[in-house]
């Protein structure tokens, strides 16, 4: 449905609701009440049970016709029998969404499908909006309104960050976990099986939202990539960060992701490299996704990479140097400034240097800490102090002056700071009422996740920082933009290598030779030793077919391999149109990088880069990204290959001109675009690299129009 993100405030910020089908003897109805009496919901409530009668300590309306006043909202938990009645009456007391509890719709199958058509056939007709069906609602913290008929802890704490969710238990956990950790929301989505507003269009209106900062999904599928794309792109632009928990990592979640939606997932890779290109921010975990927004909700975009680690504990220093190692957390030594103003500020038996133990003193006197952050916040290297303590949570024997003290001594520190810094507990704990109000007093930024999930945010902190920074430099490629459309269509290596010659890719030197005599010429012209390989349209793996001879050297040895070549393809592939046989010259030094385009169901073509050669298949060392791409989204691509150090002069090699890599590969993925929707696969592998010289060997061109051609 195309719907513009604006028209969702009278979803999620309603003046009257009516819950359809309210009974006492309905847990749904009973919590989606008490969900509206807690947050202190002050719109229009009515209630509408077909029995009429009294429900919740409140008089229901038979119809909503009966209201007799304009609905926002219907919350409608009625049995899918009901439902087409139901909505045509919902339509009558003027509601434009109606959120749906009800389950058995396309996650059962076909059957359920059809009948989710149907119900959304009725809502276009009526000009309803439909979140769900199969979904909790929604929760919006700030505004005091809910359509939820989940559990919801108390007191409502209300924050910058949302959370949106295909899953509605799972977006319960999440909810829960935010509160157990003293972590305030701004709203809560569940967004079921989306057969009207989808998680993008739920999304893209929180980009909108003066109230949220932070955006955290979970991702069973993904229904409409290119709505998806164009929302990633405009939250980064608007420095706006999307934490993503998506499910498909392993073939076994992909089956019940399918089961559960009704949907595909999609390849996982693939969707790796698009959270990379797009600076979405990818967790593991329910608990990662909550404290990582908390982070990113707390410190905005960082200036630099440098992290300061700063604990009383040298045995957490330790660790914090292993997660910081683990992590590729970037740990710099401090300035000379720095290192003597430490050593004036710790006792003399303490070693000033980065992770920083502040040592026990700082136990017996919190002054040191104090001290200390502020010295360290000023080092020029360090973009964000992490400093590891706990704020006391008054359940135990931790409430104790000296403790508190502690707090408001970092407080001090951090309060009116120049640069960031977050306060991060040793381990994972419980923030209690007591804790979350000592830390707002004390105006400490606190996050209670331990130094391991907690280092993990900092990780995600810098890189989405990184790129948001880029994305404010260099603007991205447009949508699906396509490279000015050709009426070529490459099929054999001959023309595929033309072909790429015509975007300005540097290939090998390469003569079509229609006979003996003329091998030997393009050899001899050539200077060197050579390659023969057959040229036919219908032939991919030419060394099955015997199609390929190495290193030959003088008219002999050419014309024998030429001949040997074409009795070999004659009598393995009698039926495949031959051009003739490629002379080339015999590259014997360098690194072979493989850059292959192939055709997502779900996301269009996507680029891959990784070692070439044989190396692909063995190592399957490989970095994604959706097309188009810049030299940019290139030099970012080899930042994630471990095989990269290859091209960095190792073992006496010469440095590879990772600029000219960069430029050739963009420009591949713009041939490939240029080809057009049915192309299927562009391959070059490899793409030979020696040094400044980057040259494209082999080149393979297939279609999905083609009958009986298929990517190789």
């Known amino acids: 449905m195309s719907l513009e993100s604006s028209n969702l405030a009278r979803l999620l910020d309603p003046r009257a609701i009516v819950l359809v089908g309210a009974s006492d003897r309905s847990a749904f109805s009973r919590s989606a009440w008490k969900n509206l009496q807690d947050l202190g919901y002050s719109g229009a409530l009515h209630l509408v049970s077909r029995s009429g009668g009294m429900a919740h300590g409140q008089q229901t309306h038979s119809s909503c016709a009966e209201i007799g006043e304009v609905v926002d909202v219907a919350l409608v938990m009625v049995p899918i029998a009901a439902m087409d009645e139901v909505l045509r009456d919902v339509a009558r007391c003027g509601a434009r969404y109606a959120v749906v509890l009800a389950g058995g719709f396309a996650e059962t199958g076909d059957a359920g499908r059809q009948l989710q058509e149907e119900m959304v056939r009725t809502a276009h007709q009526l000009g309803i909006t439909l979140l769900g069906p199969n979904c909790l609602g929604f929760i919006n913290f700030t505004r005091r309104a809910a359509c939820w008929t989940g559990s919801m802890r108390a007191p409502a704490l209300t924050g910058p960050i949302s959370i949106v969710s295909q899953s509605g238990a799972i977006a319960t956990f999440a909810k829960h976990f935010a509160h157990q950790q003293g972590i305030g929301l701004h709203c809560v989505i569940s967004t079921g099986n989306e057969s009207m507003l989808d998680l993008s269009a739920v999304a893209d209106h929180l980009l909108d939202d003066a109230d949220n900062r932070v955006i955290a999904l979970f991702i069973e599928s993904i229904r409409d990539v290119a709505r998806f794309r164009a929302l990633a792109r405009r939250a980064i632009q608007l420095g706006k960060p999307l934490v993503v928990l998506k499910v498909g990592r392993s073939p076994l979640a992909t089956q019940a992701a ?421 192309l299927d696969t562009l391959e070059v592998n490899p793409l030979l690299v020696d040094g400044s010289r980057v040259e494209a060997l082999d080149a393979l061109v297939t279609y999905a129009d083609r009958p009986g051609t298929s990517a190789h």
Not at 341 to 355: G, H, I, M, Q, S
Not at 368 to 397: E, F, K, Q, S
Request: one cysteine or more; a negative charge.
């Open 258 to 678: 399918q089961s559960h939606t009704g949907s595909i997932v999609g390849d996982d890779s693939v969707f790796d490299g698009v959270c990379k290109q797009f600076g979405l921010v990818r967790v593991r975990s329910i608990e990662e996704m909550v404290l990582t927004s908390r982070l990113l909700a707390m410190l905005g975009p960082l200036d630099g990479k440098g992290v300061a680690f700063l604990s009383v504990s040298g045995g957490m220093g330790e660790l914090g140097a292993d997660y910081a190692h683990m992590e590729d957390i970037f740990l710099p030594e401090f300035a000379p400034a720095t290192l003597d103003a430490l050593r004036e500020a710790l006792p003399a038996y303490a070693t000033p240097a980065n992770p920083l133990d502040m040592t026990g003193g700082a136990i017996n006197d919190p002054r040191l800490l104090t001290r200390a952050l502020d010295t360290v916040m000023a080092d020029p290297g360090v973009a964000l102090t992490v400093c590891i303590a706990d704020v006391p949570t008054g359940l135990n024997d931790d409430w104790t002056p000296h403790f508190v003290s502690s707090v408001h001594e970092i407080g001090r520190a951090t309060t009116g700071a120049k640069r960031p810094v977050v306060v991060i507990s040793h381990t994972m704990k419980y923030v209690s009422d007591q804790a979350r109000a000592l830390a707002a007093e004390a105006a400490v930024p606190y996050l209670a996740a331990g130094a391991d999930l907690g280092m993990k945010a900092v990780r995600h902190a810098l890189s989405w920082s990184a790129q948001y920074a880029r994305s404010r430099a260099v603007a991205f490629p447009q949508g699906n933009a396509v490279a000015t459309a050709t009426a070529e269509h490459p099929h054999s290596e001959w023309e595929s290598l033309r072909y790429l010659a015509g975007f300005e890719v540097p290939v090998v030197p390469a003569v079509l030779a229609t006979s003996a005599d003329a091998a030997i010429a393009a050899a001899q012209a050539s200077g060197g030793p050579v390659v023969l390989k057959i040229a036919s349209p219908d032939i991919a793996h030419k060394t099955e077919v015997g199609g390929v001879k190495l290193n030959l050297s003088g008219p002999d040895a050419v014309a024998e391999a030429y001949r040997a070549i074409t009795t070999s393809v004659a009598a393995a592939a009698p039926a495949a149109r031959i051009d003739g046989v490629l002379v080339v010259p015999m590259r014997r030094q360098g690194v072979e990088l493989f850059v292959g385009v192939r055709r997502d169901p779900e996301w269009g073509h996507v680029l891959a880069l990784g070692l070439g050669g044989v190396w692909i298949e063995a190592l399957k060392d490989v970095s994604l990204r959706l097309l188009p791409i810049t030299s940019v989204d290139v030099h970012d691509m080899l930042g994630e290959l471990r095989g990269t150090r290859l091209l960095q002069g190792f073992r006496g090699a010469p440095a590879a001109d990772l600029d000219r890599i960069a430029q050739t590969v963009a420009r591949i993925g713009d041939a490939a675009l240029a080809l057009g929707a049915t």
